[in-house]
């Protein structure tokens, strides 16, 4: 008999209130998928530039993800130790490698040098105040190589701004059949 545990986890009551209901359009989505590439990008120019990269990339995830009102599921692309980061501090060791500590595994993904973050997405679900989008991310360097990423990414309506932020991100390499 194969066994499941699982949570579930919804928002607090008072702000599921506070949240005016309203239609997530796919624009919206294509411009939260834009804004976390260029912060991405943002962080990598900064760190090869002598830049307060770590500083930045509080900012990036402050404005991209939903730590501060939201549970947050992120599994990141390389991570195989720690494979969730479902804090603030996770994610952004994650993206600046800022805590070996807690987290030795990390490299600081942010930290490669990206020049420009794409999306071809396979699809993208709206509803009231929440969006998920699935694709590929599509990560060049600065010598032009590409590295693709499967991504799921889900989004939420912030209370008050009516931004997106995420509070879904899985990310992995495709899959590489031995040979």
Do not use: C
Not at 25 to 50: F, H, M, N, Y
Not at 74 to 103: D, H
Not at 117 to 126: E, K, L, R, Y
């Amino acid at each position: 008999m194969m066994r499941s545990s699982f949570r579930v986890l919804s928002a607090p009551l008072n702000m599921q209130r506070a949240m005016k209901s309203s239609a997530v359009q796919p624009s919206e989505v294509v411009e939260a998928l834009d804004r976390w590439g260029k912060g991405l990008v943002a962080i990598s120019q900064a760190k090869a530039t002598g830049g307060d990269y770590v500083s930045l990339a509080k900012r990036i995830i402050e404005q991209n993800y939903a730590y501060d009102f939201s549970t947050v599921l992120f599994k990141p692309t390389l991570a195989s130790q720690i494979m969730f980061r479902g804090t603030f501090e996770g994610a952004l060791s994650y993206f600046v490698a800022n805590n070996p500590q807690k987290f030795p595994e990390d490299g600081g993904f942010a930290l490669n040098p990206w020049t420009k973050v794409g999306f071809d997405t396979t699809g993208i679900i709206t509803g009231e105040n929440h969006a998920i989008v699935m694709g590929n991310k599509l990560l060049t360097n600065n010598v032009n190589q590409v590295t693709v990423a499967n991504f799921t990414m889900g989004f939420i309506r912030v209370p008050g701004t009516g931004e997106l932020k995420i509070n879904l991100h899985h990310s992995s390499l495709p899959y590489s059949p031995a040979k």
